[in-house]
């Protein structure tokens, strides 16, 4: 087995990803394999942050009356 890639990639192959994506695919993967819970949480909360941050401020607060706004809270 190869450590280095190729950098062939069939255009006829739909499901064929480019080598970047392969690559970035691959870190991530690997990122999340290797990681703590801890380090898990951390990332995970960055990038519900960033995802709300970049929503409108009437679909936030339309979330946060959904989860927070009922009589009794499970």
């Known amino acids: 087995m190869s450590d ?4 062939d990639v069939d ?3 739909p499901n064929e990803l480019d ?3 392969r690559m970035i695919r691959d870190l ?3 990122k999340l394999n ?3 819970v801890h380090e898990m949480l951390a990332m995970a909360s960055d990038h519900m942050t960033q995802d709300l941050e970049n929503r409108p401020l009437s679909e ?7 989860l ?3 009589e009794e809270l499970h």
């Open 28 to 30: 991530v993967d690997y």
């Open 19 to 21: 080598p970047i994506d």
């Open 60 to 66: 936030v607060q339309a979330i946060h009356n959904d």
């Open 34 to 36: 290797s990681c703590s």
């Open 11 to 13: 255009v006829t192959d």
């Open 4 to 7: 280095s890639y190729s950098y």
């Open 68 to 70: 927070f706004s009922r």
